[in-house]
């Protein structure tokens, strides 16, 4: 039992230093804005928007959304 709580313990901390890298974001292309998943306004785009990882944003010179922090 002991072993099971040590593995699901790992497991948690792997997962929450994976989502910590890996964010997931929704850029628009056309002017370079980077959103959060749930924003309103990533809702709203859907023709210049693709869904990339945050630094892949960043990389392409995204800038945060002023609503939601990107
Ligand atoms: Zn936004």
Same mark, same amino acid.
């Given at each position: 039992?002991?072993?099971?709580?040590? $593995?699901? =313990?790992? %497991?948690?901390? #792997?997962?929450?230093?994976?989502?910590?890298? @890996?964010?997931? $974001?929704? =850029?628009? %292309?056309?002017? #370079?804005?980077?959103?959060?998943?749930?924003? @309103?306004?990533?809702?709203?785009?859907?023709?210049?928007?693709?869904?990339?990882?945050?630094?892949?944003?960043?990389?392409k010179g995204?800038?945060?959304?002023?609503?939601?922090?990107?």
């Amino acid at each position: 039992m002991k072993k099971f709580i040590s $593995v699901c =313990f790992l %497991l948690c901390i #792997l997962f929450i230093q994976h989502t910590a890298l @890996a964010e997931t $974001v929704y =850029f628009n %292309l056309q002017s #370079l804005k980077y959103h959060k998943l749930n924003c @309103a306004y990533a809702k709203k785009c859907t023709k210049n928007c693709v869904k990339i990882e945050k630094q892949e944003a960043k990389s392409k010179g995204g800038v945060p959304c002023k609503v939601c922090g990107g």
